[in-house]
């Protein structure tokens, strides 16, 4: 009886075992069969762009800032207390070349003036003394010369009738007494002529010098007036009747709305471009667009001038379009946003495509019989968000501008 039992618990498992293969493999045996189905080329939705390759000079755009060439801030010359301003002298008034500014008083460099004016005519009065003693020591000494020539002759006489014993040794000593002290006075004349000659030279010298400091009050008392240099607008006026100025203190701030310049941003790329193009950068006629609210404005200019340095955050470089003033009171100010329009240079038998177009900045890819070709191209240019290319695209042919993952030869396609 236990042996049985022993056989029941090792036979049983395997019976069930084998009932489990069994089951599963005629399930496996009767399973349904199924067919498989044939997969389908996806097509793929896409934008496209017809090629029109043409002779194309696009137009740039950049944004810039109206800025003056003259913008000067007038500052007092010559210190002191404002008695009188300009009729115009506002925030925003409008001036002449020669208006008053301010005038500062003159009561100080009037005295000044005249205190100059008296010393030149001391000083001019002393060199007239100065040379009328001069004259005089000249006729002295004229009169002393001819003296000593009569003293030196009668010595020669004395002389000879000493050695013939006619005249006595006294006779001579008074003639030789009188010839020195001729030759004595002589010399004392030419000593004092020499000594009033250096009187004018420095009296020259003093003229000279307060002629100088009447200039120097004369252009204060002129500076006493502060005038306008050039036509323009006042801005930043900080002067009152009253108000005591400082040498240099300032007064106002003068732009010349007559020559405004847009200031705008090139590229590297687009400098470059420019640049070398057979008719340069500079004199390139450009379009200045000023938006106020609803309103537009625009006015002609041209490039005058590019900046001296390349900056080297952005890696472009200034340009300045100066723009044509024809009425001077414009409403235009410096500081006002604008957006600046100006002609590229001219390319030959390109086409213009989305940037999205260019793959691999080598490649477009054209639509023939619903299906993908590619088309192997040169970038000429990038502008804005579009490219220029040239090579073996046609013109006329559709070219795909959508990117989508495993873009290639063959791939079928439908435009929208």
Excluded: C
Excluded at 58 to 64: M, W
Aim: hydrophobic content about 45%; cysteine-free; glycine content about 6%.
């Amino acid at each position: 009886m236990a042996r049985r039992q022993k056989i029941l618990k090792i036979a049983l498992p395997l019976l069930v075992l084998v009932g489990a293969v069994a089951v599963a493999g005629y399930l496996q045996a009767t399973k349904p069969q199924l067919a498989p189905e044939a997969s389908t080329e996806r097509v793929w939705l896409i934008s496209t762009a017809t090629a029109a390759v043409a002779d194309r000079q696009p137009e740039l755009l950049a944004y810039g800032e109206i800025v003056a060439q003259r913008d000067v801030e007038m500052r007092a010359l010559v210190a002191g207390q404002i008695v009188a301003v300009g009729e115009n002298f506002i925030d925003g008034g409008w001036v002449r070349e020669g208006d008053l500014l301010v005038q500062i008083d003159p009561f100080e460099f009037d005295a000044a003036v005249a205190s100059g004016e008296a010393q030149v005519l001391e000083a001019d009065a002393r060199l007239t003394e100065i040379g009328a003693q001069i004259d005089a020591e000249l006729t002295n000494l004229t009169y002393d010369r001819e003296q000593l020539e009569i003293a030196e002759r009668e010595l020669e006489r004395r002389k000879a009738l000493a050695e013939d014993k006619v005249i006595s040794e006294k006779a001579l000593d008074d003639a030789r007494l009188s010839r020195n002290e001729r030759a004595r006075t002589v010399a004392l004349s030419e000593r004092s002529l020499q000594m009033l000659r250096a009187s004018a030279e420095r009296q020259q010298a003093v003229i000279a010098q307060t002629d100088v400091t009447l200039r120097r009050a004369r252009r204060d008392l002129r500076n006493s007036r502060l005038l306008v240099p050039f036509d323009g607008f006042l801005t930043e006026t900080g002067a009152a009747i009253g108000k005591s100025l400082p040498v240099n203190g300032q007064v106002a701030r003068l732009i010349d709305l007559s020559q405004l310049e847009a200031k705008f941003h090139l590229s590297n790329g687009e400098f470059g471009r420019l640049i070398n193009a057979p008719e340069g950068l500079l004199k390139r006629p450009a379009r200045v667009v000023w938006r106020v609210g609803t309103e537009m404005f625009r006015y002609d200019a041209e490039i005058a001038r590019v900046g001296a340095e390349i900056e080297a955050a952005s890696g472009g470089v200034q340009a300045y379009a100066q723009i044509d003033m024809t009425e001077a009171r414009t409403s235009l100010r410096p500081g006002a946003f604008v957006e600046v329009y100006l002609r590229d240079r001219l390319y030959r038998q390109v086409a213009r495509l989305p940037e999205s177009a260019l793959h691999e900045d080598e490649r477009v890819y054209v639509v023939v019989d619903g299906r993908l070709q590619p088309r192997l191209v040169e970038l000429v240019a990038r502008i804005d968000n579009d490219v220029l290319v040239q090579g073996e695209l046609a013109h006329g042919e559709i070219v795909a501008t959508t990117r989508f993952p495993g873009i290639g030869p063959g791939v079928k396609v439908t435009a929208r």
